[in-house]
């Protein structure tokens, strides 16, 4: 499964974007696709996932300022970021779990870079 990032930009503290991540495969098919960010000199960490059954989480840093859905026709899973601030400033990636013949099968987008500019 390929998976592309897009959406990622520069935006003054309170304001807002929409990322988008593309699969190359049914989104129904993964169970569970989710959002994680890295920034400069830290660990990558969970935002915000959807599984299969539409059952989301929410890191505690972005719980009533993130919304994360996925659009089955079009094969992509958004991540509405509103409310930024300075500290969302990262690189965010798309990440997809599934299950095959192979077992647990996991697969990252390439990143998109998120400046919020206080």
């Known amino acids: 499964v390929q998976l592309q990032a897009s959406g990622g930009g520069l935006v003054q503290a309170g304001g807002s974007l929409r990322l988008s991540c593309e699969a190359s495969?049914?989104?129904?098919?993964?169970?569970?696709v989710g959002w994680y960010r890295q920034a400069p000199g830290k660990e990558r960490e969970l935002v915000a996932r959807?599984?299969?059954?539409?059952?989301?989480n929410y890191a505690d840093a972005v719980k009533g300022r993130f919304t994360i859905s996925r659009d089955i026709s079009k094969n992509s899973v958004y991540l509405q970021m509103n409310s930024l601030k300075s500290e969302d400033t990262a690189v965010y990636y798309c990440?997809?779990?599934?299950?095959?013949?192979?077992?647990?099968?996991?697969?990252w987008g390439q990143g998109t870079l998120v400046t919020v500019s206080s």
């Open positions: 495969t049914s989104i129904g098919s993964l169970n569970v």
């Open positions: 990440n997809a779990v599934w299950f095959g013949v192979e077992g647990r099968m996991n697969s």
């Open positions: 959807i599984f299969s059954s539409r059952i989301t």
